[in-house]
């Protein structure tokens, strides 16, 4: 909560003090209850790498370990005690290393910490990270959630939650839900992946890149505790920093489609139909449940009032592990679980802040440059457009002009895809008749000298504001090239985000 929201409103001292009082009242009521939860999700879905979110989990484990033991808890039921939450990315090889290396990091911990590792089960589960799914061509998600749910299995985790297609999208509906649901059903009782114990075990591969992750992860770890440890590492915004680094080189990577996005920076459908969206209003929903509960706590005889007050007031005097079993009292007798909160914390009141991480999926850069040109569509009547001046015989033109529809699709154009034309000024007329604002002109490097010039003339005497691309990059003729008029270039490694956007705003779609 800390890292998501940027703060919690409680004294540190509090929230390890009812910790302490939670575990102890496990030992009698309910031992196998995990109490303590690390969850690594706010940092993944912020782009953490897989190291990085190795060594923040160990961190904050430490961080735990230090504060309860300080009170007197034994090391042995912290562990015990400890439910682990690893986000899953669509790195198939990479996550199944992550959760092998995740138990040999906290073993090792266990150990320094002199407990028994015999006698601790580390319970480790995971959940799709949201930072890879994307709104558009929802049903691709289908098959990331599919891949994280495998190599979550094969890393050997306790529990798993498949994320619904939609998720990013609206509230879940039933159907994919249960899709979700049968994910794991699937790959139980037709890849029969719980019938083997350790199924990557003896991979060379993956040993090898498991015991990578554990001593970059380690390394990574000393950095936090020398900087102060998990919670002065955020203080400090240390982490925040060193996540921002990584996001920035995957957003990066991701804009010049290094790394695919299918459906979204990559083999993109501009006529796809989106999900439509949820129109569930949490904040109607949320009125109409407040109403219900004041009419609810105000009925009732007076004594029934008095005697949830007086249980109000007993959790707010008690810090020790009767405390849960005073809630449940005050719950059975008729309080809400905002008043339990609100007596809980209001003698305990106090903040710790920090800089919140930001929380920014993957592909949210172009589903905006997508919801521009559906913006632009509703007013003009049609999406902004490009059109391939393809010259030359079909094997002059066809593999550039088949990347250039590509690379305009995924930030929203409707393409023109003509026949090669062999006469410039055939094609000038066709550009002119089809009213486009941008032409990409393709063909060989050997024939763009003599080209260019022409076709760059010919269509900037009629339209001085049309924007006149280049596919392909000849390195020894840019210059010339900028000269003749070509506004930009495209090419594999191109900024494709930079320069999607840059035709966006010249076009003068809404931002």
Same mark, same amino acid.
């Given at each position: 909560?800390?890292?998501?929201?940027?703060?919690?409103?409680?004294?540190?001292?509090?929230?390890?003090?009812?910790? %302490?009082?939670?575990?102890?009242?496990?030992?009698?009521?309910?031992?196998?209850?995990?109490?303590?939860?690390?969850?690594?999700?706010?940092?993944?879905?912020?782009?953490?790498?897989?190291?990085?979110?190795?060594?923040?989990?160990?961190?904050?484990?430490?961080?735990?370990?230090?504060?309860?033991?300080?009170?007197?808890?034994?090391?042995?039921?912290?562990?015990?005690?400890?439910?682990?939450?690893?986000?899953?990315?669509?790195?198939?090889?990479?996550?199944?290393?992550?959760?092998?290396?995740?138990?040999?990091?906290?073993?090792?911990?266990?150990?320094?910490?002199?407990?028994?590792?015999? %006698?601790?089960?580390?319970?480790?589960?995971?959940?799709?990270?949201?930072?890879?799914?994307?709104?558009?061509?929802?049903?691709?998600?289908?098959?990331?959630?599919?891949?994280?749910?495998?190599?979550?299995?094969?890393?050997?985790?306790?529990?798993?939650?498949?994320?619904?297609?939609?998720?990013?999208?609206?509230?879940?509906?039933?159907?994919?839900?249960?899709?979700?649901?049968?994910?794991?059903?699937?790959?139980?009782?037709?890849?029969?992946?719980?019938?083997?114990?350790?199924?990557?075990?003896? +991979?060379?591969?993956?040993?090898?890149?498991?015991?990578?992750?554990?001593?970059?992860?380690?390394?990574?770890?000393? &950095?936090?505790?020398?900087?102060?440890?998990?919670?002065?590492?955020?203080?400090?915004?240390?982490?925040?920093?060193?996540?921002?680094?990584?996001?920035?080189?995957?957003?990066?990577?991701?804009?010049?489609?290094?790394?695919?996005?299918?459906?979204?920076?990559?083999?993109?459908?501009?006529?796809?139909?989106?999900?439509? %969206?949820?129109?569930?209003?949490?904040?109607?929903?949320?009125?109409? !449940?407040?109403?219900?509960?004041?009419?609810?706590?105000?009925?009732? +005889?007076?004594?029934?009032?008095?005697?949830?007050?007086?249980?109000?007031?007993?959790?707010?005097?008690?810090?020790?592990?009767?405390?849960?079993?005073?809630?449940?009292?005050?719950?059975?007798?008729?309080?809400?679980?905002?008043?339990?909160?609100?007596?809980?914390?209001?003698?305990?009141?106090?903040?710790?802040?920090?800089?919140?991480?930001? &929380?920014?999926?993957?592909?949210?850069?172009?589903?905006?440059?997508?919801? !521009?040109?559906?913006?632009?569509?509703?007013?003009?009547?049609?999406?902004?457009?490009?059109?391939?001046?393809?010259?030359?015989?079909?094997?002059?033109?066809?593999?550039?002009?088949?990347?250039?529809?590509?690379?305009?699709?995924?930030?929203?154009?409707?393409?023109?895809?003509?026949?090669?034309?062999?006469?410039?000024?055939?094609?000038?007329?066709?550009?002119?008749?089809?009213?486009?604002?941008?032409?990409?002109?393709?063909?060989?490097?050997? %024939?763009?000298?003599?080209?260019?010039?022409?076709?760059?003339?010919?269509?900037?005497?009629?339209?001085?504001?049309? &924007?006149?691309?280049?596919?392909?990059?000849?390195?020894?003729?840019?210059?010339?090239?900028?000269?003749?008029?070509?506004?930009?270039?495209?090419?594999?490694?191109?900024?494709?985000?930079?320069?999607?956007?840059?035709?966006?705003?010249?076009?003068?779609? &809404?931002?």
């Amino acid at each position: 909560e800390l890292a998501e929201t940027g703060k919690i409103d409680v004294s540190e001292e509090f929230l390890f003090n009812s910790i %302490k009082s939670s575990i102890e009242w496990t030992r009698k009521n309910s031992p196998e209850l995990k109490v303590i939860g690390i969850s690594t999700l706010p940092f993944v879905n912020s782009g953490a790498n897989t190291v990085q979110e190795l060594a923040i989990a160990l961190s904050t484990l430490v961080y735990y370990l230090n504060q309860l033991t300080e009170k007197g808890m034994n090391a042995e039921e912290v562990f015990d005690k400890t439910q682990f939450t690893f986000g899953i990315s669509t790195n198939y090889f990479m996550e199944i290393s992550k959760f092998r290396a995740a138990r040999i990091l906290l073993n090792n911990m266990a150990k320094a910490y002199k407990v028994n590792t015999d %006698k601790v089960d580390f319970n480790i589960g995971a959940k799709s990270s949201n930072f890879y799914q994307t709104e558009l061509d929802p049903y691709v998600n289908l098959l990331r959630t599919t891949t994280q749910t495998f190599s979550g299995i094969i890393g050997g985790v306790n529990s798993i939650t498949s994320s619904p297609f939609d998720e990013v999208t609206r509230t879940p509906d039933n159907f994919s839900r249960r899709i979700a649901r049968n994910t794991q059903t699937i790959l139980r009782e037709e890849s029969h992946l719980d019938q083997v114990i350790d199924p990557a075990g003896g +991979s060379y591969f993956i040993e090898s890149l498991t015991e990578e992750l554990a001593n970059s992860a380690w390394n990574f770890f000393k &950095q936090i505790e020398n900087n102060g440890g998990i919670l002065d590492s955020l203080k400090n915004n240390f982490i925040q920093n060193e996540i921002e680094k990584v996001a920035s080189e995957r957003t990066k990577d991701i804009n010049q489609r290094k790394s695919v996005i299918v459906g979204t920076n990559m083999f993109a459908d501009v006529k796809e139909k989106p999900l439509e %969206k949820s129109n569930f209003d949490q904040a109607a929903f949320h009125k109409k !449940r407040a109403e219900y509960l004041k009419k609810y706590r105000l009925s009732g +005889s007076n004594e029934k009032h008095e005697s949830v007050m007086n249980k109000l007031n007993s959790i707010s005097e008690n810090s020790t592990f009767e405390i849960v079993n005073l809630m449940t009292e005050a719950f059975l007798s008729g309080a809400t679980l905002g008043e339990i909160s609100s007596s809980l914390t209001s003698s305990h009141k106090d903040e710790i802040k920090i800089t919140a991480l930001k &929380q920014k999926r993957a592909s949210e850069d172009f589903e905006n440059l997508r919801e !521009r040109s559906q913006k632009y569509k509703n007013n003009k009547g049609f999406l902004p457009s490009v059109f391939l001046a393809n010259m030359g015989s079909i094997k002059d033109y066809k593999a550039r002009a088949d990347f250039s529809k590509g690379f305009f699709e995924i930030g929203g154009f409707e393409v023109f895809d003509p026949p090669g034309f062999s006469n410039i000024a055939e094609l000038v007329k066709d550009v002119l008749d089809s009213g486009t604002q941008i032409v990409t002109i393709c063909s060989t490097d050997d %024939k763009y000298p003599e080209l260019v010039p022409q076709i760059t003339k010919a269509l900037k005497s009629k339209n001085e504001n049309i &924007q006149i691309i280049l596919a392909g990059y000849p390195k020894d003729q840019i210059d010339q090239h900028k000269k003749s008029g070509i506004d930009d270039f495209i090419f594999l490694g191109a900024d494709a985000m930079k320069i999607l956007t840059s035709l966006h705003n010249k076009l003068g779609g &809404q931002a």
